[in-house]
C-alpha cells in the first residue's frame, strides 16, 4: 500500500478525522473506531512503517519512545492497573491496516485470557 492510500496517513495528514488522544511531532495516538474494551486505542508513527516485520534500526527511536507512552496514556484514558499492548503483523497476524500501530487495550476490569491455562 502506498502512503497516498494509506487511512493512517491520511489521519495524520488531518484529512480523516480522528478522537485523538495524544500527538507530539512523531507519533499520534486515537480511539479505534470498533473498540473490543472500554480502553481501545491505537498509537501510530507518523511516519509511515507498513508493519513490525518492515521496521529497521531507523525505527527504533520513535517505536522505543511509543512503548514508553503507552502506560500513561492507557492510565490517562481509564485503564489504571494495566492494559495489553497488540502488534498485528502481516497477513498471518491479521494486521488489517498496512501502518504499523500498536493497539493499547484495557479498562476497569480485567480482559479475558488470551491463552486458556491448562
Given at each position: 500500500?502506498?502512503?497516498?492510500?494509506?487511512?493512517?496517513?491520511?489521519?495524520?495528514?488531518?484529512?480523516i478525522p480522528?478522537?485523538k488522544?495524544y500527538?507530539?511531532?512523531e507519533?499520534l495516538?486515537?480511539?479505534?473506531?470498533?473498540?473490543?474494551?472500554?480502553?481501545?486505542?491505537m498509537?501510530?508513527p507518523?511516519k509511515h512503517?507498513?508493519?513490525?516485520?518492515?521496521?529497521t534500526?531507523a525505527?527504533a527511536?520513535v517505536?522505543g519512545?511509543?512503548?514508553?507512552?503507552?502506560g500513561?496514556?492507557?492510565?490517562e484514558?481509564g485503564?489504571?492497573?494495566g492494559?495489553r499492548?497488540i502488534i498485528n503483523?502481516?497477513?498471518?497476524?491479521?494486521q488489517?491496516?498496512?501502518?504499523l500501530?500498536?493497539?493499547i487495550?484495557?479498562?476497569p476490569?480485567?480482559?479475558?485470557?488470551?491463552?486458556?491455562k491448562?
Open positions: 500500500m502506498s502512503e497516498a492510500d494509506c487511512i493512517f496517513c491520511k489521519i495524520v495528514a488531518g484529512k480522528s478522537r488522544v500527538e507530539d511531532e507519533m495516538a486515537f480511539h479505534d473506531i470498533n473498540p473490543v474494551a472500554p480502553v481501545h486505542f498509537i501510530i507518523k512503517v507498513d508493519s513490525l516485520a518492515s521496521a534500526d525505527d527511536a517505536l519512545r511509543i512503548l514508553a507512552r503507552a500513561r496514556l492507557a492510565r484514558q485503564s489504571p492497573e492494559f499492548t503483523t502481516g497477513r498471518i497476524g491479521r488489517d491496516v498496512y501502518h500501530h500498536i493497539h487495550i484495557g479498562g476490569d480485567p480482559l479475558p485470557r488470551m491463552i486458556a491448562s
